[in-house]
DNA sequence: GTTGGTGCAAATTGTTTGCATATAA
DNA sequence: TTATATGCAAACAATTTGCACCAAC
């Protein structure tokens, strides 16, 4: 989903919940979705410097709130790819997608993946123990085999 | 695995590292392998109250240095079910052993189970990615059907 | 007797909140 | 004009660490 029509997500939510649509926000949810940044499940930190530098007002606490605006109304999920760190990284969502994680333990380097027949089997088991299900998080570790992998140990994750 | 085996997978790490078996780190190990505490994934605020009830002069701060050996040599796994949950919570780990988790939405009940049709395809999936997989985690969410299911807004997860 | 461990309290880190001011509606 | 947002600093909560004393080896 591209940074415009994410925006038009995020008002249509504002305006029907009675909030106010502000610089700010709009300014983090561009951010957000800059296709220059989008693939790297962004923390609250990450996210805070690449506005500051288009606006050096905004405070860490409204990017804390406007995430938190953003995983309300769908456009973003918070994620714990490498179960070592400890600061919650965003993922942007459009509706009815979905995807897991490949995470290489080396590098650090995420692949985001689908898999139908996992999640019909998923359905079964769920199904088995008398589950509906909602959603699932499904993380795989590994070592990848990118001719620049390098390691790093402080990259994450022992998971 | 008992309580007992998992002291002695403990000792050997402890002697194999030149580190000391002591009072505290058998009875937080006894307290964590407990039968009647095993399923539950406890936070380190619920092995800490356990333990205190038997030795009224363990540190906080003992106990999450006990549990990160633990972690170490392979008997606990850091486990952070509910996506909106703060503290960590550990799981007893038995060499060899597997399983996922699905994890009501309403009530927290945790569910642990296998299945190797979704291992196997996993394996398909990281080898297409060029990923040689070390392991995994695999959360599924969603409504159990439990007779005392009842809705726990705190409980956890909104995932 | 050494080396490593413990318990406490203080420090750190990620995140949230209270409040006076500013701004969208 | 009135309710909501913002930025800052202080508050919080989970976890880690420094240090004086203790205990395994």
């Known amino acids: 989903m591209t940074s415009t029509e994410a925006l038009d997500v995020l008002e249509a939510y504002l305006q ?3 909030l106010k649509t502000t610089a700010q926000r709009r300014l983090i949810t561009e951010v957000f979705f800059d296709p220059r940044f989008k693939k790297d499940h962004p923390s609250v930190d ?10 050096a007002n905004v405070g860490y606490a409204t990017v804390y709130r406007t995430m938190k605006l953003l995983v309300e109304c769908g456009l973003a999920s918070p994620r714990q790819l490498g179960p070592t760190d400890k600061e919650t990284r965003y993922e942007p969502e459009s509706p009815g997608e979905h995807h897991d994680h490949l995470v290489c333990l080396d590098c650090g ?9 996992i ?3 998923q359905e079964d088991v769920a ?3 008398g589950f ?3 959603e699932h998080r499904m993380v795989i570790y590994g ?4 001719t620049d992998c390098e390691r790093r140990p402080s990259a994450g994750a022992h998971p």
Chains 1, 2 share one sequence.
Not at 46 to 55: E, G, K, P, S, T
Not at 143 to 146: I, L
């Open 132 to 134: 509906a299900i909602k």
């Open 143 to 146: 070592h990848c085999t990118r």
């Open 109 to 117: 380097h995420i692949v985001e993946f689908e898999n139908e027949a």
């Open 16 to 18: 029907r919940k009675g």
């Open 119 to 121: 999640e019909a089997l």
């Open 127 to 129: 199904r088995a123990y």
């Open 46 to 55: 990450d996210l805070f410097r690449h506005v500051r530098a288009q606006d």
